[in-house]
């Protein structure tokens, strides 16, 4: 298995608390991806980095942001959780992405909870 | 936008049973298409994907898809399913060699043993 862990695997927090959940990878890979993954919806993007510093929008972006200081850190904050954002949260790493036809590596996830 | 279809949400087959399982696109140009395996309690695992070539793409554990271009469809296969293949399959896209992917909503696959 690549090496991905994810930090907290669960959480539980209140409606209007911030959240930031870490993703740590040693594999030294350029890219990495933040995916949410709910029952009917399959797995949707948020948002991605194909560097340090250097961060895009997925299709979910909305009440999400990303940093990425050092390559093996990939951080996602929700600033003011909502119960929508009830969902499991998976990590994915990549080394040369998807245009160039890489695969993508997940993490083990994180569930999190809104209430 | 680009778009991922699984024809069925849920499948129940008998061990032994053939499997086919369905993806269709929808993205006019040059793809890259993928099938993600999620065991229960696991995360996704790459089963196969299609970057050039031969149509018909061999992967892990015997199943296999094939990229019929004329349909937009990347259906997965396997002749003879185990126990085992529980689990929910993911068909992937992405479009045009850009960074991003795009997952359809999953086959959640039942055998009976």
């Known amino acids: 298995d690549a090496g991905i862990t994810q930090s907290p695997r669960h959480k539980v927090t209140e409606t209007g608390t911030p959240v930031t959940l870490r993703c740590h990878q040693t594999?030294?890979?350029?890219?990495m991806y933040w995916y949410r993954q709910d029952p009917g919806h399959g797995l949707r993007l948020i948002h991605y980095s194909y560097g340090v510093k250097d961060t895009d929008k997925g299709e979910v972006s909305d009440g999400y942001s990303v940093s990425r200081s050092k390559t093996e850190d990939f951080l996602l904050t929700l600033e003011s959780a909502t119960s929508s954002q009830t969902s499991v949260y998976f990590c994915?790493?990549?080394?040369?992405?998807?245009?160039?036809?890489?695969?993508?590596?997940f993490g083990p996830g994180t569930r999190l909870t809104v209430t | 936008a680009q778009s991922v279809s699984q024809h069925n949400h849920h499948v129940i087959l008998s061990e032994a049973a053939s499997l086919e399982l369905g993806c269709n696109y929808s993205?006019?140009?040059?793809?890259?298409l993928f099938w993600y395996v999620q065991y229960p309690g696991q995360h996704l695992q790459l089963l196969l994907k299609?970057?050039?070539?031969?149509?018909l793409v061999k992967g892990i554990k015997g199943f296999e898809a094939e990229f019929i271009k004329s349909k937009f469809s990347f259906n997965l296969r396997k002749p003879s399913v185990q126990w085992s293949d529980t689990a929910e399959y993911f068909c992937a896209v992405n479009a045009n060699r850009d960074d991003k992917i795009i997952f359809g909503k999953g086959t959640r696959l039942h055998i009976l043993p």
């Open positions: 594999e030294n890979h350029r890219y």
């Open positions: 299609y970057f050039s070539g031969d149509p």
């Open positions: 993205y006019g140009g040059t793809v890259n």
């Open positions: 994915a790493i990549s080394e040369s992405g998807l245009a160039g036809g890489g695969e993508q590596y």
